[in-house]
């Protein structure tokens, strides 16, 4: 079984950036579609990102042109780059593979966008 590990969550201003990883605990994830997933209080938790395993992306329209997920499988990792950051992109984030076969939830990593 995959684990997925989150982390680089933190506070910080409307308009700053941040980059999240998600590292994965087998090669496998080299060859699935993963995705960055969000869940704000008291919202469902919504997929804004994904990215195939040759790279081809796809964003929600709430975030287009400013965040961009990426890959690396040699280190079964994947990034989040993002930039212009709002305050209701204020949520836990999670990754996860883009299926209806999800695997174990990670612990997610705490993003906050305030001043």
């Known amino acids: 079984q995959v684990q997925l590990v989150e982390s680089g969550g933190g506070l910080v201003q409307p308009g700053g950036s941040l980059t999240l990883s998600c590292a994965a605990s087998?090669?496998?994830?080299?060859?699935?579609?993963m995705g960055w997933y969000r869940q704000a209080p008291g919202k469902q938790r919504e997929l804004v990102a994904t990215?195939?395993?040759?790279?081809?992306?796809n964003y929600v329209d709430s975030v287009k042109g400013r965040f961009t997920i990426s890959r690396d499988n040699a280190k079964n990792t994947m990034y989040l780059q993002m930039n212009s950051l709002k305050p209701e992109g204020t949520a836990v984030y999670y990754c996860?593979?883009?299926?209806?076969?999800?695997?174990?939830w990670g612990q997610g990593t705490q993003v906050t966008v305030s001043s």
């Open positions: 996860n593979r883009d299926s209806n076969h999800l695997l174990p």
């Open positions: 087998r090669s496998i994830f080299s060859i699935l579609t």
């Open positions: 990215i195939t395993s040759g790279g081809n992306t």
